[in-house]
Every structure is written in C-alpha cells, then in structure tokens.
C-alpha cells in the first residue's frame, strides 16, 4: 500500500490506523468550511485526498497554508493555491 503521509509526529496508534487505511479509489474533495489551523486539510492530504479549507480570518489562513506547505512540501503545489 503506497503511504501518503510521512510526519514524525504522528503517534503509534494512529499510524496504525492510517496504514490500515486504504487510497481513495474515486477522486474527492474534503471541504473544511471552518479551517483555523488547517487540521483538516493536513490529513485529507496524507490520505491522499484533495482538500479545500476556508476561514474568515486573514491570519489564520495565511498559517493555515504556511503549516500545510511545510508539513507536507510534496503533496502541496503551491501554484495552485488561491490566497
């Protein structure tokens, strides 16, 4: 099964569950219409999903997509975001 996280963070258990996990075998987007941190996008994105994340406030979705970015550099094209 190909893996679509890698985060060091995440602990024992969970990892397990993740792995049992399998890839979407349809595309789909999560919608997150209350992002704050951007949670939710992270892990839509490490199982392989596209995401969408909305908040009303500026500074959170500019951290929101800053900590998304970092998390994970590979699954995140920039580009293709909107700010």
Do not use: W
């Not at 893996?3 to 789909?28: A, D, M, R, T, V």
């Not at 941190?37 to 992270?42: A, D, P, Y």
């Amino acid at each position: 099964m190909k893996k679509y996280y890698e985060h060091s963070e995440i602990p024992g258990q969970l990892l397990k569950y993740f792995e049992s996990i399998e890839p979407p075998s349809e595309p789909c987007v999560v919608l997150d219409p209350f992002s704050g941190s951007g949670t939710t996008v992270m892990v839509a994105l490490r199982l392989g999903r596209r995401a969408i994340g909305v908040d009303l406030s500026e500074s959170y979705t500019t951290m929101a997509r800053k900590r998304i970015i970092d998390d994970c550099p590979m699954l995140n094209i920039p580009g293709e975001a909107t700010e």
